[in-house]
């Protein structure tokens, strides 16, 4: 199991940095000289992949499943609650701080108050509790949508650039200075794209996730909800 999990890192951060790492390479100038040539545009993008990818690993570190839903919290919620040790499974929800546990914490908290009490606590603290948590996705989505605007906008300042440079030096000017010119100011369009595509992949992946674990938790805390309810309790 524990060799499946760093696999799967692996593969993660291969998904993440591999479109970065190819294009740092070239055949016949490197990434970094490219981007010092294609100005102030570039050293944003750059500025902004650090930010996008930082901020996605982060995001695949604290969204994991098991942090947001820990199975051992939902048993520990369902036999105290079965065992009528509806209090120990209130401080049992409150001591943790995850997903389940804050969700779980508004629901049972309000059980004196009835099953329709119940039910409004874990919808409000559920969609609060889940708007944060597509939040972080949605910041790595918006910087996914920025990236290849920003590339854009570099390359198209860099066309005018070298098409004024072919209008003031017509005589002069060679296709390799052409070549040369046109290059530099794709470099920005390039380097969008190797940083919107595997933030927007991740950021997709990791919006089904967060989706996933709400249905399990609203499951869990509908599960409580009704052992409360409907009588299903040992005598304590």
């Known amino acids: ?37 294609a100005g102030f545009m570039e ?16 995001a695949l570190v604290t969204l994991r499943a098991h942090l947001l839903r820990p199975p051992e919290l939902a048993n520990e919620l369902i036999n105290c609650v079965q065992e009528g040790n509806l209090d120990g ?5 409150q001591a943790d701080s995850s997903f389940l546990g804050t969700v779980a914490f508004a629901t049972l908290s309000n059980a004196q108050y ?4 119940m039910e409004g606590a874990m919808a409000d603290a559920g969609e609060i509790e889940a708007g944060k948590l597509l939040h972080k996705v949605g910041v790595l989505q918006l910087i996914a949508a920025i990236a ?16 004024n440079m ?6 002069s000017v060679t296709m390799v200075d052409m070549a040369k ?47 409360v309810t409907s009588g299903e309790q040992a005598e304590a």
């Not at 009835?114 to 009490?117: H, L, S, T």
Request: hydrophobic fraction near 55%; include cysteine.
């Open 1 to 37: 199991m524990r060799n499946l999990l760093t696999n799967k890192w692996k593969l993660a951060t291969l998904v993440a940095l591999g479109p970065v790492l190819f294009s740092i390479s070239s055949a016949h100038a490197s990434f970094l000289d490219l981007a010092k040539e």
């Open 43 to 58: 050293y944003v993008l750059i500025l902004v992949s650090i930010t996008g990818f930082a901020l996605c690993f982060q």
């Open 89 to 93: 499974a209130v401080e049992a929800a």
């Open 114 to 117: 009835g099953k329709d009490a």
């Open 148 to 163: 290849p605007m920003l590339g854009l906008t570099g390359t198209t300042v860099g066309m005018i650039v070298t098409f």
């Open 166 to 171: 072919i209008f003031e030096k017509a005589d």
């Open 181 to 227: 010119g046109i290059a530099i100011a794709l470099i920005c369009t390039f380097t969008g794209l190797m940083v919107a595509i595997p933030l927007l992949a991740v950021s997709y992946f990791l919006k089904s996730r967060v989706q996933q674990v709400v249905l399990e938790v609203s499951n869990d805390c509908n599960e409580l909800v009704r052992l």
